[in-house]
């Protein structure tokens, strides 16, 4: 066991499954298109209850979804499109959280409504997707937008098919649980995936934006989910904190992207979104084949997440064994380095170095 494996042992074995929730960083809140104009939904993201709300013109924000005067939650009152009214004395609050009316005050009642105000969370939409920034209350909130992640090659275009899945663990066993290449011949046998048998793999790595990314290669061994693209198609996958995958698959002809997503709702239930953009109209078609097949593989999973609690109940030592576990390896110390920074009050400095890993997955 190197130092790192040890370390990831006693922390395991210290705090159970539950994970440190990184701060600064933005996360994937909801598909676009599941909030609809003039409507709100509550949901906790990071451990905090959040409103998420879109405007009648079409407008999203997100607010604390507790009233400031005594907690009851925001998303239990109206929301008129424009402002959202707490259902016990009716205090509205517009889309930036500021206090605009308190019906309780009479006429000669002066009160600087501008002094009590419902934290606003950054909310933005791109490629059909709602990304939250979680600060941590102690930087200003004006987050930069570049870093929010973006699918290559589909301009502003929404995703054609979002699949999400609720995985009963921490961030880090399904980040890590995504990222394994030693499952998959385990986890997802499926006639239209792979056979239960382990191929030899050698991939590049190199380091990334606040990640690493798996260098641009053909797929020689290929499923019968690439097969049907046609041709030999190149692909390319690129990691990033605080649980962002982006594969990108291309024949030449034509161009897949996958975006999946990890966000933790609290420090023990996690949010697993997967969302694909296609250039092949033919896939469009097959839309409602597709769907049940990636809700299927992504079920496979949290199932098997879902069976490793059992497990972690006990506070087990946990291991990471060669080539097949340095991508969770990097995570941890992608991660590590990330709280070190923000500490330091410093950039970021990748730990990532470029690498050939092999392993039979
Ligand atoms: S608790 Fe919200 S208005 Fe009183
Ligand atoms: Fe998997």
Known sequence: MTTLDRSFSNRAAATGDQAVLLRNLWYYALPAHQL????????????????????????????????????????????????????????????????????????????????????????????????????????????????????????????????????????????????????????????????????????????????????????????????????IPETEIAFRLPGVRIEHISTGQHTVCNLTTVTPLSETETEVTTSFYWTTPWLTALKPVLKPLVQAFLNQDRDVVAKQQVGLKHNPGLMLIRDADTQARWYYQLKAEFLRATAEGRPFVNPVKEQVLRWRG
């Open 36 to 231: 609809k104009p003039g409507t709100m939904l509550a949901k906790s993201l990071l451990g905090e209850p959040v409103l998420l709300a879109r405007s009648r013109t079409g407008k999203v924000f997100a607010l604390r979804d507790i009233c400031p005067h005594r907690a009851v939650p925001l998303s239990c009152g109206r929301f008129d499109g424009q402002e959202v009214e707490c259902c016990y004395h009716g205090w509205r609050f517009d889309s930036t959280g500021r206090c605009t009316a308190i019906p309780s005050l009479t006429d000669d009642q002066d009160l600087d409504l501008s002094r009590f105000r419902v934290q606003q969370y950054p909310l933005r939409e791109v490629q059909g997707n709602l990304w939250i920034y979680m600060g941590d209350g102690t930087k200003d909130q004006s987050p930069d937008e570049a870093e929010i992640p973006v699918v290559p090659s589909f301009g502003n275009q929404p995703h054609q098919l979002v699949i999400t899945a609720h995985f009963p663990c921490s961030i880090d066993h399904a980040v890590v649980g995504l990222m394994d290449p030693a499952h998959s011949p385990f986890v997802h046998r499926a006639w239209w995936w792979r056979s239960g048998k382990t191929q030899e793999e050698v991939k590049t790595f190199d380091p990334s934006p606040y990640g690493f990314t798996m260098r641009r290669h053909k797929i020689e061994n290929m499923g019968h989910g690439y097969r049907l693209l046609g041709g």
